[in-house]
């Protein structure tokens, strides 16, 4: 069976995902070729699969950040303009995506994030070829945006479901949420786990210990507003009042000011020992972050999963979570971390502080989250893949 997995961002988070899934389809017995966005992230790695970076983007990381308040305004202006050219541009590539795609007639195709409205009518072009077309669907709700937006996506959002033949979701929770939003059978859909992300220990050349002995609760991953880092930093007030601790930010800027986080965090008195690195993080330097966290922090106040407990489960590292999601099934209270509830400042600052003044009870929690992780791995998840493409293709 020839799947082609599509997946434009040749840099972050869902590449990561998609490169660990590509390998475990192949080692299910299937010819997949992994087609991205020509800055591939992880093109130095050893592959068991086809990978074609031909999706000519810009690069999705790793941008240059403001410096001042005047730099921040000046960058976000540049962009308004920006984004109209790139709209042009994204819409010619999928058309090239769409003719390659045609061309080379897979018996599936696997997409990830679908983030316009225009592109179901590409999706219908490939379908009325006779291919059959399937979504790990990361998303399906507008999380950072509201009002216009958020009822654009919402309303325009079906016409891309309606041409997958079988749309993943992560989780029983998000699958049941889907449904309630969306007017599509119950048997298009099915419920998988999100995979381990030991693709960052293969990475790591070493485990050292962290030369900082201070304990440490470590943000990592893109800074969006559903996130909850003005939590977060509110919420660090009471810690430093309780324990002395370091708190680390580290993730690129995608719709929260870095500045404006600074600025709090100096307004309420915590700034000495808040360090926030507003840069994307390269998936090399990701071991580094995890050995120096004592607690690894998720203050979302919404999500569908994430990647990031995955990485802290990989490297026996604690976790401190908002019970949204798939966190709120995937973390065990107690076990392997504590959960709290979104935009509960106080309840975070008792979390944290729990556990960064019992070294002890960290170690016994990241212990029970690395035995966690291990239960994630990509290759069942690939087998029932592939067998239910499969089913659909016969």
């Known amino acids: 069976m020839r799947i082609f997995v599509v997946e434009q961002d040749g840099g972050g988070g869902l590449v990561h995902y998609a490169y660990q899934l590509c390998g475990a389809l192949s080692r299910a017995g299937a010819e997949v070729t992994l087609v991205t966005g020509q800055h591939y992230e992880l093109e130095h790695l050893p592959h068991s699969f086809t990978v074609e970076p031909r999706i000519r983007l810009w690069n999705p990381v790793g941008s240059s950040l403001p410096d001042?308040?005047?730099a921040s305004i000046m960058v976000r202006t540049f962009r308004r303009f920006r984004r109209g050219f790139r709209g042009i541009r994204y819409a010619y590539e999928w058309h090239r995506l769409t003719r390659y795609l045609l061309g080379e007639r897979p018996d599936v195709v696997q997409f990830s994030t679908i983030r316009f409205p225009f592109q179901a009518l590409a999706l219908r072009r490939?379908?009325?070829?006779?291919?059959?077309?399937?979504?790990?669907?990361?998303?399906?709700?507008?999380r950072d945006h509201g009002g216009m937006t958020r009822a654009v996506t919402l309303r325009r959002s079906?016409?891309?479901?309606?041409?997958?033949?079988?749309?993943?979701?992560h989780g029983d929770g998000n699958r049941s949420r889907f449904h309630s939003i969306f007017d599509l059978p119950d048997?298009?859909?099915?419920?998988?786990?999100?995979?381990?992300?030991?693709l960052f220990l293969e990475l790591a050349e070493s485990l050292a210990e962290p030369a900082d002995a201070i304990p440490t609760a470590l943000f990592f991953g893109g800074?969006?507003?559903?996130?909850?880092?003005?939590?977060?930093?509110?919420?660090?007030?009471?810690?430093?009042?309780e324990v002395d601790a370091k708190l680390m930010i580290c993730?690129?800027?995608?719709?929260?000011?870095?500045?404006?986080?600074?600025?709090?965090?100096?307004?309420?008195?915590?700034?000495?020992?808040v360090e926030i690195d507003a840069r994307y993080q390269p998936a090399e330097r990701v071991a580094d972050l995890m050995t120096r966290a004592t607690v690894v922090v998720l203050p979302y106040r919404s999500a569908t999963a994430s990647g990031v407990l995955?990485?802290?489960?990989?490297?026996?590292?604690?976790?401190?979570?908002?019970?949204?999601?798939?966190?709120?099934?995937?973390?065990?209270?107690?076990?392997t971390g504590l959960l709290v509830e979104p935009d509960d400042s106080p309840g975070l600052s008792r979390a944290l502080v729990q556990l960064l003044s019992?070294?002890?009870?960290?170690?016994?929690?990241?212990?029970?989250?690395?035995?966690?992780?291990?239960?994630?791995?990509?290759?069942?998840?690939?087998?029932?893949?592939?067998?239910?493409?499969e089913a659909l293709a016969s």
């Not at 048997?187 to 030991?198: A, K, N, V, Y």
């Not at 800027?253 to 307004?267: F, K, T, W």
Request: glycine share 10%; with cysteine.
């Open 310 to 335: 995955q990485v802290a489960y990989a490297f026996g590292v604690p976790v401190v979570a908002s019970a949204v999601g798939t966190l709120a099934e995937d973390v065990k209270h107690g076990e």
């Open 251 to 273: 993730g690129e800027p995608e719709g929260v000011d870095p500045i404006a986080l600074r600025e709090q965090a100096e307004l309420i008195g915590v700034a000495a020992s």
């Open 358 to 389: 019992d070294p002890t009870e960290a170690a016994r929690m990241g212990a029970e989250a690395r035995r966690a992780g291990e239960g994630f791995g990509w290759d069942p998840i690939a087998e029932s893949i592939v067998t239910d493409y």
């Open 158 to 169: 079906p016409a891309a479901f309606n041409t997958f033949d079988r749309i993943y979701l």
């Open 223 to 241: 800074l969006r507003p559903s996130k909850g880092l003005d939590v977060l930093i509110a919420a660090w007030k009471q810690v430093q009042h």
């Open 68 to 70: 001042s308040r005047l």
């Open 187 to 198: 048997d298009r859909t099915r419920s998988i786990p999100h995979g381990d992300e030991s």
């Open 126 to 142: 490939l379908r009325r070829a006779g291919i059959t077309l399937t979504q790990i669907c990361h998303e399906f709700e507008s």
